[in-house]
């Protein structure tokens, strides 16, 4: 398996400007979870999809940002308009967790956004 | 409230000796644990993790942890540290479906 696929690695854009981050979760895996990571902050979850249905969006910081999952392969992260304080290491993550317990969770390589 | 303390935000050993990392939870029942590695530019990579049975997991990369339950703490050890060791290392709780992160500890390996 070629583990949790983001794209774009990177990306660099200007205030206002819209942003989408997109996620290949692992085949199989029931959770997907979006993280922000900063040095201010550490790492945050920002929301968490079981089935392809959102379970807790506490995290999202503002109506800015939105998260999606329209299938069992394929989600996305986006920011609307951005700002500089945007700018971070946003994760993708998967996990098989069962009816009982917790799996583990297994990250993508994330996305390093700039917002100018 | 579920919370994870990593009291130490960077240490620094010299290659070949001991490491331990420490890890405290606040949390009501029985927790699951997890230690993280996250080596720069990439994503983090489950070390090893905690549900129930044996108190001192093994996991990857020669790592060990050790949970407490009267002290509230999972550290993470490591016998002989190795260049390739130095990274960030993330202990996180698990509970309704999430994980809660500590703040990380950086670990920086002298030759």
């Known amino acids: 398996d070629a583990g949790v696929i983001q794209s774009p690695r990177h990306e660099v854009t200007e205030m206002g400007q819209e942003v989408t981050l997109r996620c290949k979760p692992i085949?199989?895996?029931?959770?997907l979870f979006w993280y922000r990571q900063t040095m201010m902050r550490g790492l945050e979850l920002l929301i968490y999809f079981n089935n392809n249905v959102p379970i807790d969006d506490s995290g999202m910081p503002e109506d800015r940002f939105s998260a999606k999952m329209p299938n069992a392969s394929f989600s996305t992260l986006k920011i609307q308009p951005s700002e500089p304080r945007d700018s971070a290491v946003y994760f993708c993550?998967?996990?098989?967790?069962?009816?009982?317990?917790?799996?583990?969770?297994?990250f993508g390589p994330g996305t390093r956004l700039t917002v100018l | 409230a579920q919370s994870v303390t990593q009291p130490d935000i960077h240490i620094t050993v010299s290659e070949g000796a001991s490491l331990e990392l420490r890890c405290n939870y606040s949390?009501?029942?029985?927790?699951?644990l997890f230690w993280y590695v996250q080596s720069p530019g990439q994503g983090l990579q489950l070390l090893l993790k905690y549900f129930s049975g044996d108190t001192l997991v093994q996991g990857i990369k020669g790592f060990e942890a050790e949970f407490k339950r009267s002290q509230s703490s999972f550290n993470l050890r490591k016998p002989s540290v190795h260049w390739s060791d130095a990274a960030e290392y993330f202990c996180?709780?698990?509970?309704?479906?999430?994980?809660?992160f500590g703040q990380g500890t950086t670990l920086q390996v002298k030759p």
């Open positions: 996180a709780v698990g509970f309704t479906g999430k994980l809660i």
């Open positions: 949390y009501g029942a029985t927790p699951y």
């Open positions: 085949s199989g895996h029931d959770y």
């Open positions: 993550a998967s996990s098989p967790m069962g009816n009982l317990g917790l799996g583990e969770q297994f």
